[in-house]
């Protein structure tokens, strides 16, 4: 064992939750220090995640918004998409954001060890780099913070040519002709948004009924006629038997009630959801519990049945959102650091990225109706909302819920172009626990997206005049 080392709290994993609470941990003065197995810090989100796929979408929306003005002679000529470029500007972003982080890491005296960490007893870990070199850290508390993996299927392996995870397409090995995705949750939404705008074709297989099985049925299904188009379909409730690679296709047994059928395509997403990233750690040796998808149990102040070793973020289950990890990685340092704070956020929010971006936060009215709520849903239409027509985003929406005993808003949802920017509002709400009147009665802006909840509001109130 070449290096030895003592620390107050060790964590496994830099991404979201990983990096929040090293910085957190750094402020109550405790020697932290950060591991990664990858060679720089930011984890999914930053590297192939979040990040990566809202620069692609932010570039796919300019061209859609090209292709708009260009089909009313605002704009002419030909667009042309160098992807070379593209890429090079993500690279560029990603290496920008991921230096802001060192440079925060470094201010706040946060060392940070590059290498695979695994458990040896419940006071040390061993850390084992690139060259093999390992360092045995004992620690008094741990955060495992170590993400999740994509689920495969059918036992197909990923590529870079036939069958791709969303890392790799993120990387855009190609534009490929036709394109099939499976899984018709938010990864294979947002994909689709970009490489149809690329040019692909793209077939999105969803094995439910409706896609974003969490949203109400009607709200979702806005967002798929407006993605539908000549060259993008979706097909509900349906299944992939076999996939094989043959004659430099990717050729997939699809089938459902009404077909069952051969199709060929390019390369084929496989977006079917996530699983715990445990493999390495050897939770085993401590005896760490786990669900039965095999994501770490927690208590509200993030600790496991070890008191001592806090888990966080995507490798504790739904939602595996970059923001819970934060809010995750934040109480995490503060219960360590002594506080008694809990994990306890009413809400948290769900943006959809695709062009148009759909978010909702809160109750849904299949959970209204589930919980037997005594609950009245308002629909506000952007139709004739000025900022949104000036902003050829009039097929926008905005949907309020208000439970009727206390006029309090449960839950809400906003569709359209940059809705993501105004979905706050409702959270905050919620978590404020905001009656109707106190929306309606705040001054919004005009002309802006974000009077739509105003307006939403006041249909409420006026209807208990
Ligand atoms: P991660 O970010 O996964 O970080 C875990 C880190 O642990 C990784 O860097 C990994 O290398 C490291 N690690 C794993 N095992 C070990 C080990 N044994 N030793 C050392 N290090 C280890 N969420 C949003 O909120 N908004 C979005 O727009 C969004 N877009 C997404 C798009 C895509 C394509 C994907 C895949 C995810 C997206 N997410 C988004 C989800 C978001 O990326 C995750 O919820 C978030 O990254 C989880 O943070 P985390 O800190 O829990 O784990
Ligand atoms: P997901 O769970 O959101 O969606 C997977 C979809 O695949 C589901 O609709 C499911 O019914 C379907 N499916 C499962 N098996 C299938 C099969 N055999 N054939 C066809 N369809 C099948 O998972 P996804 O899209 O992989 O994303 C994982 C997580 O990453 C998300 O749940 C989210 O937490 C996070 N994420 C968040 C983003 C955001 O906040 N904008 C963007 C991308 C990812």
Same mark, same amino acid.
């Given at each position: 064992?070449?290096?030895?080392?003592?620390?107050?709290?060790?964590?496994?994993?830099?991404?979201?939750?990983?990096?929040?609470?090293?910085?957190?941990?750094?402020?109550?003065?405790?020697?932290?220090?950060?591991?990664?197995?990858?060679?720089?810090?930011?984890?999914?989100?930053?590297?192939?995640?979040?990040?990566?796929?809202?620069?692609?979408?932010?570039?796919?929306?300019?061209?859609?918004?090209? $292709?708009?003005?260009?089909?009313?002679?605002?704009?002419?000529?030909?667009?042309?998409?160098?992807?070379?470029?593209?890429?090079?500007?993500?690279?560029?972003?990603?290496?920008?954001?991921?230096?802001?982080?060192?440079?925060?890491?470094?201010?706040?005296?946060?060392?940070?060890?590059?290498?695979?960490?695994?458990?040896?007893?419940?006071?040390?870990?061993?850390?084992?780099?690139?060259?093999?070199?390992?360092?045995?850290?004992?620690?008094?508390?741990?955060?495992?913070?170590?993400?999740?993996?994509?689920?495969?299927?059918?036992?197909?392996?990923?590529?870079?040519?036939?069958?791709?995870?969303? @890392?790799?397409?993120?990387?855009?090995?190609?534009?490929? $002709?036709?394109?099939?995705?499976?899984?018709?949750?938010?990864?294979?939404?947002?994909?689709?948004?970009?490489?149809?705008?690329?040019?692909?074709?793209?077939?999105?297989?969803?094995?439910?009924?409706?896609?974003?099985?969490?949203?109400?049925?009607?709200?979702?299904?806005?967002?798929?006629?407006?993605?539908?188009?000549?060259?993008?379909?979706?097909?509900?409730?349906?299944?992939?038997?076999?996939?094989?690679?043959?004659?430099?296709?990717?050729?997939?047994?699809?089938?459902?009630?009404?077909?069952?059928?051969?199709?060929?395509?390019?390369?084929?997403?496989?977006?079917?959801?996530?699983?715990?990233?445990?493999?390495?750690?050897?939770?085993?040796?401590?005896?760490?519990?786990?669900?039965?998808?095999?994501?770490?149990?927690?208590?509200?102040?993030?600790?496991?049945?070890?008191?001592?070793?806090?888990?966080?973020?995507?490798?504790?289950?739904?939602?595996?959102?970059?923001?819970?990890?934060?809010?995750?990685?934040?109480?995490?340092?503060?219960?360590?650091?002594?506080?008694?704070?809990?994990?306890?956020?009413?809400?948290?929010?769900?943006?959809?990225?695709?062009?148009?971006?759909?978010?909702?936060?809160?109750?849904?009215?299949?959970? @209204?109706?589930?919980?037997?709520?005594?609950?009245?849903?308002?629909?506000?239409?952007? @139709?004739?909302?000025?900022?949104?027509?000036?902003?050829?985003?009039?097929?926008?929406?905005?949907?309020?819920?208000?439970?009727?005993?206390?006029?309090?808003?449960?839950?809400?949802?906003?569709?359209?172009?940059?809705?993501?920017?105004?979905?706050?509002?409702?959270?905050?709400?919620?978590?404020?626990?905001?009656?109707?009147?106190?929306?309606?009665?705040?001054?919004?802006?005009?002309?802006?997206?974000?009077?739509?909840?105003?307006?939403?509001?006041?249909?409420?109130?006026?209807?208990?005049?």
């Amino acid at each position: 064992m070449s290096n030895k080392i003592s620390v107050d709290v060790v964590i496994l994993g830099a991404g979201p939750g990983g990096y929040s609470a090293a910085i957190r941990c750094a402020y109550f003065n405790l020697k932290t220090l950060l591991v990664d197995k990858y060679s720089s810090i930011g984890g999914t989100c930053l590297h192939f995640g979040c990040i990566p796929s809202k620069t692609l979408l932010n570039v796919v929306k300019s061209i859609k918004e090209f $292709n708009t003005f260009n089909k009313y002679d605002i704009f002419s000529g030909n667009l042309k998409v160098n992807i070379k470029q593209l890429l090079f500007w993500k690279h560029n972003l990603i290496n920008k954001l991921s230096n802001n982080l060192l440079n925060i890491m470094k201010i706040n005296n946060i060392n940070i060890i590059y290498g695979v960490g695994k458990f040896i007893d419940s006071n040390n870990i061993i850390i084992e780099d690139k060259h093999r070199n390992e360092t045995l850290v004992n620690f008094k508390y741990a955060i495992i913070a170590t993400g999740s993996i994509p689920n495969n299927l059918l036992n197909t392996k990923f590529d870079n040519r036939y069958i791709w995870d969303s @890392a790799t397409a993120l990387d855009i090995p190609c534009i490929p $002709n036709k394109l099939l995705i499976i899984g018709g949750g938010v990864i294979g939404l947002e994909l689709a948004n970009i490489y149809n705008i690329l040019g692909s074709t793209v077939d999105i297989i969803e094995v439910s009924d409706q896609i974003i099985l969490s949203l109400d049925k009607d709200i979702v299904d806005k967002l798929m006629y407006q993605m539908e188009n000549n060259t993008l379909s979706f097909k509900l409730n349906t299944k992939v038997s076999n996939v094989e690679i043959k004659n430099s296709k990717v050729m997939v047994q699809i089938d459902n009630k009404e077909l069952n059928n051969t199709n060929y395509y390019d390369s084929v997403i496989v977006a079917v959801g996530r699983k715990p990233n445990i493999d390495q750690l050897q939770l085993e040796k401590i005896g760490i519990e786990t669900d039965s998808n095999n994501y770490i149990k927690v208590n509200n102040q993030m600790q496991t049945n070890i008191n001592h070793i806090y888990a966080i973020g995507d490798v504790i289950g739904a939602p595996m959102l970059a923001h819970k990890s934060i809010h995750n990685g934040y109480i995490a340092a503060e219960v360590i650091a002594g506080k008694k704070h809990f994990f306890d956020q009413k809400v948290i929010p769900l943006v959809i990225y695709t062009n148009p971006e759909l978010c909702w936060v809160g109750c849904t009215i299949k959970q @209204a109706k589930h919980l037997n709520l005594n609950f009245k849903v308002v629909d506000f239409n952007w @139709a004739n909302l000025g900022k949104a027509v000036v902003t050829n985003n009039h097929t926008g929406f905005t949907r309020l819920i208000f439970n009727k005993d206390n006029n309090c808003l449960i839950g809400g949802g906003v569709f359209g172009v940059n809705s993501s920017e105004i979905i706050g509002e409702l959270s905050l709400a919620i978590e404020m626990s905001c009656e109707a009147e106190d929306i309606a009665l705040t001054s919004h802006a005009h002309p802006t997206l974000y009077e739509s909840i105003q307006l939403a509001a006041e249909i409420y109130t006026t209807s208990l005049l």
